[in-house]
């Protein structure tokens, strides 16, 4: 019988994991921009993204499918079997056309600059981060959080240990790093394994019956067909926006704008490190047909885990000169616009990612499908405009035009699936608009007016110093604004009494275990 940890235990333990996660994440991150430089830094993130892309197509939403249907069917082993399958021959169906590819002569094209074994080993670098994902779907489908950030949080620190041994050694290339991560990712399937079976889950894999593969494969097919135009288009766009910078500004530049998402990842960790769980949750609840649950799930969590993000991104975008400095080393300096920008960008990825949790658990796929085709075809100009060169009718604004691009295109297209969620859900989209522009602009004038303080009190102190400094006060002043005016967090008075009583209790109780 498998172990579920409760709903609040799993809550309060992704956070924990994620604080410790953010902490590790922005250490790794700083090593390996600057072990690798920033053109061989851009290109590394430009192969990885364009299979990331590839692969993203060809599941068509399966993986999305795969955790909701795995939430309410727990002992479906069979299923489990044939989707990590689909996986594995995906991405081989892809490396063989990377081979064909590379035979005919046209990797020069698709690929600008880049050797084609590299192209290979960012193919196997997909498909594994893929199966990884998918994998650890599976934890939070069966309600073993916990023990998966557990599993999260050892890889995490084993990896921090490899990257620094790397760094010491003057080791960081890049078929070095790809080893890098295939290990780490090799790690991570055998954690997972290990605790899917030790709480009662034992995958076997043994052959499944064809008639098990059509049934499985007509099940998938039902559920991501409506979504097969909208990932043709979404492969199309996202490929376009990292291969147009590439061939109109080259390596640099694309390391440029590499430095800035993958910063703007680090502030996602918290958040999206609670999409799963809220899925998960929105599943159960309309598969019970328990709408008000469903809208109390809403209501509870997304203002909160929006502001929350935004805490955290607003100080990122007052301090995005010594971000860089700190991530990427003093070669990154032409990413310090790119970051200040791409820093809104996973703040209303946080309204994104929980609002599609509510159209795929409710299988409103075509809608889904409608909204996004259309917000993605209207883009493609738009890319053009911003990245082209002067001589061909556009910006020419490189990494920050496509910064620029991305948090634009986010903050509409999300509001409009917070449109249709109000709808369904039937909350007020005005408040939820309301709060997104008041919570944003209150903290990043709490982020800049302490920033400023401290570069004036302590001009000429080491960067690393004034940016803690900054961050600790930002912290002070921030928990003082939002005990004043905690609907900043979504939340009520009475909410924040409740939590500091419970504090006050816990502190009691553990003061009295010590004595």
Request: proline content about 2%; hydrophobic content about 55%.
């Amino acid at each position: 019988m498998l172990l579920v940890d409760s709903l609040r235990k799993r809550y309060f333990f992704k956070v924990f994991a994620s604080t410790i996660l953010v902490g590790v994440a922005v250490i790794s991150q700083s090593i390996i921009p600057r072990g690798l430089g920033a053109l061989a830094y851009g290109n590394f993130n430009f192969l990885t993204d364009f299979f990331a892309q590839v692969l993203g197509f060809l599941s068509m939403g399966s993986s999305i499918a795969f955790y909701t249907k795995l939430s309410k069917r727990h002992n479906d082993t069979k299923m489990v079997i044939f989707y990590l399958s689909f996986i594995v021959l995906a991405t081989a169906f892809v490396l063989l056309g990377v081979g064909l590819v590379g035979g005919l002569g046209w990797s020069r094209y698709l690929w600008p600059g880049q050797r084609l074994g590299f192209v290979t080993m960012a193919v196997v670098f997909a498909g594994m981060t893929w199966l990884v994902s998918s994998m650890s779907d599976m934890i939070d489908a069966y309600g073993l959080s916990v023990q998966g950030e557990i599993a999260k949080i050892i890889q995490r620190i084993l990896g921090l240990g490899l990257i620094l041994a790397l760094f010491w050694l003057g080791a960081i290339y890049m078929r070095n790093i790809f080893i890098y991560q295939y290990v780490l990712m090799l790690v991570m399937i055998l954690f997972i394994f290990h605790v899917i079976r030790k709480n009662g889950f034992n995958i076997k894999f043994s052959r499944i019956s064809q008639k098990d593969v059509q049934s499985y494969g007509h099940e998938f097919y039902t559920y991501s067909q409506p979504l097969f135009l909208y990932s043709l288009v979404s492969l199309l766009i996202c490929i376009f926006d990292r291969w147009f910078l590439q061939w109109c500004n080259g390596g640099v530049e694309q390391g440029f704008y590499s430095l800035a998402f993958k910063i703007g990842a680090v502030c996602f960790i918290l958040s999206s490190s609670m999409t799963q769980l809220i899925t998960r949750e929105f599943s159960i609840a309309y598969h019970q047909q328990d709408m008000l649950r469903m809208t109390q799930i809403f209501r509870r969590h997304i203002p909160l885990l929006y502001a929350l993000t935004a805490v955290l991104c607003c100080f990122v975008v007052a301090n995005a000169d010594k971000v860089t400095l700190i991530m990427g080393g003093r070669g990154f300096k032409g990413a310090i616009l790119p970051v200040a920008i791409m820093a809104f960008y996973p703040i209303h990825q946080t309204y994104g990612q929980l609002s599609n949790a509510v159209f795929f658990a409710t299988d409103q796929t075509r809608l889904y499908r409608n909204v996004g085709i259309v917000a993605m075809l209207i883009g493609i100009p738009v890319t053009y405009f911003l990245l082209a060169s002067q001589a061909h009718y556009g910006l020419g604004m490189g990494s920050v035009g496509l910064a620029l691009k991305m948090v634009v295109a986010q903050v509409l297209w999300n509001n409009v699936l917070l449109y249709f969620n109000s709808k369904f859900l039937n909350f007020s989209f005005g408040w939820y608009v309301k709060h997104q522009l008041v919570s944003v602009l209150v903290f990043i004038i709490v982020a800049f007016f302490t920033t400023w303080v401290v570069d004036h009190c302590f001009y000429g102190k080491d960067v690393l110093f004034r940016f803690f400094f900054a961050g600790f006060g930002y912290l002070l002043l921030t928990v003082a604004v939002v005990y004043l005016f905690p609907a900043l967090l979504g939340l009520e008075h009475d909410d924040v009494s409740a939590v500091l009583c419970k504090l006050k209790k816990t502190f009691i109780i553990t003061k009295q275990e010590t004595m």
